[in-house]
């Protein structure tokens, strides 16, 4: 499946943040978790984002997405 992601990346050198657009090809049973590993191994190796378990029990890959606060390993795609 194809997914559009947009993530806030913020530039040390500037000061400045900015809303970056990515596309991926992902599997179909990919959470977000999933997508952002992809991201970074293959588009972007600057994206940084916590993760531990992957089994919706640290709670180390909580983040936002879309206004909500969300566990990255549980959220499907
Ligand atoms: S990595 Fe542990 S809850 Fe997601």
Request: charged share 35%.
């Amino acid at each position: 499946m194809d997914v559009a992601l947009k993530i806030w990346r913020y530039n040390p050198q500037s000061g400045e943040r900015e809303l970056k657009r990515y596309e991926v090809d992902a599997p179909e049973w990919a959470c977000l978790l999933d997508v952002l590993d992809i991201i970074k191994d293959r588009v972007d190796g600057t994206l940084a984002y916590r993760k531990s378990c992957r089994m919706m029990i640290c709670g180390s890959c909580g983040m936002r997405m879309d206004g909500r606060s969300i566990v990255g390993c549980k959220e499907r795609m």
